[in-house]
């Protein structure tokens, strides 16, 4: 790797003005375990930074927290292995912990922070399926104040974002789930772990009275150029019953409502198909959980 300038802000003030200061030629660093690989593939894939902005110091960065009234609140320097091994993220937003319980080995997830994960912005990332599916929001820093963002407005292509010059994403917030829901998240990848989805799917289910699906939230990965809702499929189960039945004619809307590629890693209609599958099963597994 050729060399570059670590700087180490502890305010969130600062890393913003370092930010902007440098513009293109900085980049913000937290665990580190995306973009030291991207560093060492620079030459070809990657515009090598002259500066690193570290974010470890900034304690503003840190923390999950939740209220009735507020929801989740996730520090955007929030590791995986802290979500994963929340009590109330796995009690309230299980797919969520599912999620950032399979981002690499334990030593990955003991670096690599929420932050970094949303922010590489792959299509594959394995908490963006859950946090969409959520509804979750971005809190983003910039030099005029905050702003917040529809997690799904926040994606705008493979490895790229809606973030501006001078910007930084300071946390993550989820609505509170009501009363009744459960969800889920799988993947499906050639190994257990080390690996990157071939798909992902999210689902969030509330249920009311009789079984009456009142509320229902699926989110895929890895299948379009950035993670996204398939709201169709949604709307199909809008006042419908909790039944097999109908989770597979949701899960067959799911399928076309995704747009995969074919790669190394599966074909087109590979991912389909499992996009099929694994949208009936997390349906049952959040509905179950709801119950």
Same mark, same amino acid.
């Given at each position: 790797?050729?060399?570059?300038?670590?700087?180490? $802000?502890? +305010?969130?003030?600062?890393?913003?003005?370092?930010?902007?200061?440098?513009?293109?030629?900085? @980049?913000?660093?937290?665990?580190?375990?995306?973009?030291? !690989?991207?560093?060492?593939?620079?030459?070809?894939?990657? $515009?090598?930074?002259?500066?690193?902005?570290?974010?470890?110091?900034?304690?503003?960065?840190?923390? *999950?927290?939740?209220?009735?009234?507020?929801?989740?609140?996730?520090?955007?320097?929030?590791? &995986?292995?802290?979500?994963?091994?929340?009590?109330?993220?796995?009690?309230?937003?299980?797919?969520?912990?599912?999620?950032?319980?399979?981002?690499?080995?334990?030593?990955? &997830?003991?670096?690599?922070?929420?932050?970094?994960?949303?922010?590489?912005?792959?299509?594959? #990332?394995? /908490?963006?399926?859950?946090?969409?599916?959520?509804?979750?929001?971005?809190?983003?820093?910039?030099?005029?104040? +905050?702003?917040?963002?529809?997690?799904?407005?926040?994606?705008?292509?493979?490895?790229?974002?809606?973030?501006? /010059?001078?910007?930084?994403?300071?946390?993550?917030?989820?609505?509170?789930?009501?009363? @009744?829901?459960?969800?889920?998240?799988?993947?499906?990848? $050639?190994?257990?772990? &080390?690996?990157?989805?071939? !798909?992902?799917?999210?689902?969030?289910?509330?249920?009311?009275?009789?079984?009456?699906?009142?509320?229902?939230? *699926? #989110?895929?990965? #890895?299948?379009? $150029? /950035?993670?996204?809702?398939?709201?169709?499929?949604?709307?199909?189960?809008?006042?419908?019953?909790?039944?097999?039945?109908?989770?597979? @004619?949701?899960?067959?809307? #799911?399928?076309?409502?995704?747009?995969?590629?074919?790669?190394?890693?599966?074909?087109?209609?590979?991912?389909?198909?499992?996009?099929?599958? &694994? /949208?009936?099963?997390?349906?049952?597994?959040?509905?179950?959980?709801?119950?």
């Amino acid at each position: 790797m050729r060399s570059f300038e670590y700087l180490a $802000p502890q +305010t969130i003030d600062e890393a913003v003005r370092l930010l902007a200061e440098h513009g293109d030629k900085a @980049r913000p660093i937290a665990g580190g375990t995306d973009i030291v !690989v991207q560093m060492k593939e620079s030459a070809t894939r990657f $515009p090598y930074p002259q500066y690193l902005i570290g974010l470890n110091r900034i304690s503003e960065l840190k923390g *999950i927290e939740f209220s009735e009234s507020a929801g989740l609140r996730i520090g955007a320097g929030a590791t &995986m292995a802290e979500i994963a091994e929340s009590p109330l993220v796995r009690e309230r937003y299980a797919a969520l912990a599912e999620g950032a319980g399979v981002v690499g080995s334990l030593q990955t &997830m003991n670096m690599a922070t929420i932050g970094g994960n949303v922010c590489n912005a792959a299509p594959s #990332a394995d /908490t963006a399926p859950a946090l969409l599916a959520f509804e979750a929001q971005a809190v983003i820093a910039g030099r005029s104040g +905050t702003r917040s963002i529809d997690l799904d407005q926040f994606f705008a292509g493979p490895g790229q974002t809606t973030l501006g /010059t001078g910007e930084l994403l300071a946390e993550i917030r989820v609505p509170a789930p009501a009363r @009744r829901t459960g969800s889920a998240y799988r993947r499906h990848t $050639p190994r257990k772990q &080390m690996d990157i989805a071939v !798909v992902g799917v999210a689902a969030v289910v509330t249920l009311g009275d009789g079984g009456r699906i009142e509320r229902a939230r *699926i #989110a895929l990965g #890895a299948v379009a $150029p /950035t993670p996204v809702r398939a709201q169709k499929a949604e709307a199909s189960l809008a006042g419908q019953t909790a039944s097999d039945g109908a989770f597979a @004619r949701a899960a067959e809307i #799911a399928a076309g409502e995704c747009s995969p590629i074919s790669d190394q890693r599966g074909t087109a209609e590979f991912r389909s198909h499992l996009v099929r599958v &694994m /949208t009936d099963r997390m349906l049952r597994e959040a509905a179950a959980r709801a119950r």
